[in-house]
C-alpha cells in the first residue's frame, strides 16, 4: 500500500506543472546523437505521447547527423561541418532530404503510432510550413579581424513560417513531426539545421519552451562543467570565445531567437537519459541548462 501512496505522490507532484502548462505548445528538437539508441526512443516516444495526453501540444523537430553521416560514408562521402551546420553540396543535399525527409521522420512517426500516439511527419514543404533563404556563415572568431563567410553550399535558413498546417494538426491531435528540409521562393530545397528550424519554430507557434535534446548534459563551461543556468548575453561571449563551438552553436543561436520571439523558457538537455522530456517538464529542478533572456 505504501508504494502505492507513494506513486500517487509522484503523480501529484506532475499537477502544478500540468496546470501550468496545459493548452502550450512545447517545441522538441530531438538530435541525431540522441536517438540511436532503441530503448532511449521508445522512452522518447512516451514521453511525448505523455505531453500529449495531458493537453500540452508537443511539435517534434528532429536532426539526423549520424544517420547522413553513415550514408554518405557508405557512398564515400565525407561530411564536413562550419559552425554546427553540414556543407552540403547538390548530391549530398538529395541523401540529405531522402534521410530526414523519408527514413528518419518516418522512423520517429512510426515509434509514436506504435506507442499509441497519433503522428504526422513534415517537411517545410508540405502545407508551406516553412520557407527558407540560402545562409551564407559569418565566422567571427578570428582574432583582430572582420567575419569571413562561407558558403555551405545548399544550406538554408527560415525565413518565413505559416503555422497553419500545425494548428490543423492540433485539431485533429496529430503530433508534428519535422524533418529540417525547406525550400526557397524559387523551388531550390535547403537543408536546415535542425536546432535553428526548432527555434524559429518555437518562436512562430509562441511556444511555452524550447527543448534541445543533445548527446551531451547540458552547455559545458571550459572546464567541461555543466551549466545549469545561463545568460544569452554571456553565451554570446562564449560562442566568441571557442568555449561554444561546432554543433552547439546552431543551439545556442536557436535558443536566443526563440527568448527574443517571446518563448518563456529554452533547455539543452541530455538526450541519452531517459525520460530526458519528462524529467525537464514535470520536475522542479529540471535537467540540464536553462537559458535565459
Ligand atoms: N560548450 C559546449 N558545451 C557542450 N557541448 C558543446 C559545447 N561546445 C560544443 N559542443 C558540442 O556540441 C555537440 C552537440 O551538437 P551536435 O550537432 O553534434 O549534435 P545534435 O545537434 O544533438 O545532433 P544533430 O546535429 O544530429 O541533430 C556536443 O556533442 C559537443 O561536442
Ligand atoms: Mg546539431
Same mark, same amino acid.
Given at each position: 500500500?505504501?508504494?502505492?501512496? *507513494?506513486?500517487?505522490?509522484?503523480?501529484? $507532484?506532475?499537477?502544478?506543472?500540468?496546470?501550468?502548462?496545459?493548452?502550450?505548445?512545447?517545441? @522538441?528538437?530531438?538530435?541525431?546523437?540522441?536517438?540511436?539508441?532503441?530503448?532511449?526512443?521508445?522512452?522518447?516516444?512516451?514521453?511525448?505521447?505523455?505531453?500529449?495526453?495531458? &493537453?500540452?501540444?508537443?511539435?517534434?523537430?528532429?536532426?539526423?547527423? !549520424?544517420?547522413?553521416?553513415?550514408?554518405?560514408?557508405?557512398?564515400?562521402?565525407?561530411? +564536413?561541418?562550419? +559552425?554546427?551546420? +553540414?556543407?552540403?553540396?547538390?548530391?549530398?543535399?538529395?541523401?540529405?532530404?531522402?534521410?530526414?525527409?523519408?527514413?528518419?521522420?518516418?522512423?520517429?512517426?512510426?515509434?509514436?503510432?506504435?506507442?499509441?500516439?497519433?503522428?504526422?511527419?513534415?517537411?517545410?514543404?508540405?502545407?508551406?510550413?516553412?520557407?527558407? *533563404?540560402?545562409?551564407?556563415? $559569418?565566422?567571427?572568431?578570428?582574432?583582430?579581424?572582420?567575419?569571413?563567410?562561407?558558403?555551405?553550399?545548399?544550406?538554408?535558413?527560415?525565413?518565413?513560417?505559416?503555422?497553419? @498546417?500545425?494548428?490543423?494538426?492540433?485539431?485533429?491531435?496529430?503530433?508534428?513531426?519535422?524533418?529540417?528540409? &525547406?525550400?526557397? &521562393?524559387?523551388?531550390?530545397?535547403?537543408?536546415?539545421?535542425?536546432?535553428?528550424?526548432?527555434?524559429?519554430?518555437?518562436?512562430?507557434?509562441?511556444? *511555452?519552451?524550447?527543448?534541445?535534446?543533445?548527446?551531451?548534459?547540458?552547455?559545458?563551461?571550459?572546464?567541461?562543467?555543466?551549466? !545549469?543556468? @545561463?545568460?544569452? *548575453?554571456?553565451?554570446?561571449?562564449?560562442?566568441?570565445?571557442?568555449?561554444?563551438?561546432?554543433?552547439?552553436? !546552431?543551439?545556442?543561436?536557436?535558443?536566443?531567437?526563440?527568448?527574443?520571439?517571446?518563448?518563456?523558457?529554452?533547455?539543452?538537455?541530455?538526450?541519452?537519459?531517459?525520460?530526458?522530456?519528462?524529467?525537464?517538464?514535470?520536475?522542479?529542478?529540471?535537467?540540464?541548462?536553462?537559458?535565459?533572456?
Amino acid at each position: 500500500m505504501k508504494t502505492l501512496i *507513494e506513486k500517487a505522490n509522484i503523480l501529484l $507532484e506532475a499537477l502544478p506543472y500540468i496546470k501550468a502548462f496545459r493548452g502550450k505548445t512545447v517545441v @522538441i528538437k530531438y538530435g541525431g546523437n540522441a536517438m540511436v539508441n532503441d530503448t532511449l526512443r521508445s522512452k522518447f516516444a512516451q514521453d511525448v505521447i505523455l505531453l500529449r495526453y495531458v &493537453g500540452i501540444k508537443p511539435v517534434v523537430v528532429h536532426g539526423g547527423g !549520424p544517420q547522413i553521416g553513415q550514408t554518405l560514408a557508405k557512398m564515400g562521402k565525407e561530411s +564536413r561541418f562550419v +559552425r554546427g551546420h +553540414r556543407i552540403t553540396d547538390e548530391e549530398t543535399m538529395d541523401i540529405v532530404e531522402m534521410v530526414l525527409g523519408g527514413k528518419v521522420n518516418k522512423d520517429i512517426v512510426a515509434l509514436i503510432q506504435k506507442h499509441g500516439g497519433r503522428a504526422v511527419g513534415l517537411t517545410g514543404k508540405d502545407g508551406g510550413l516553412f520557407h527558407v *533563404e540560402k545562409l551564407l556563415i $559569418e565566422d567571427d572568431s578570428i582574432e583582430d579581424g572582420p567575419p569571413e563567410i562561407i558558403d555551405p553550399g545548399r544550406v538554408g535558413k527560415v525565413v518565413h513560417i505559416d503555422p497553419e @498546417i500545425i494548428q490543423r494538426m492540433d485539431d485533429g491531435n496529430f503530433i508534428p513531426v519535422i524533418a529540417p528540409v &525547406g525550400v526557397d &521562393g524559387d523551388g531550390n530545397t535547403y537543408n536546415v539545421n535542425a536546432d535553428s528550424v526548432a527555434g524559429a519554430m518555437a518562436g512562430a507557434l509562441m511556444a *511555452e519552451k524550447l527543448i534541445l535534446m543533445t548527446d551531451v548534459p547540458g552547455i559545458q563551461d571550459e572546464e567541461g562543467n555543466l551549466i !545549469p543556468s @545561463i545568460d544569452r *548575453e554571456i553565451l554570446k561571449e562564449m560562442t566568441r570565445g571557442g568555449i561554444i563551438h561546432g554543433g552547439m552553436i !546552431p543551439k545556442v543561436e536557436a535558443a536566443g531567437a526563440a527568448l527574443e520571439a517571446g518563448v518563456a523558457k529554452v533547455h539543452v538537455i541530455d538526450g541519452r537519459i531517459e525520460h530526458a522530456v519528462l524529467l525537464e517538464v514535470f520536475t522542479q529542478t529540471g535537467i540540464g541548462t536553462e537559458i535565459v533572456q
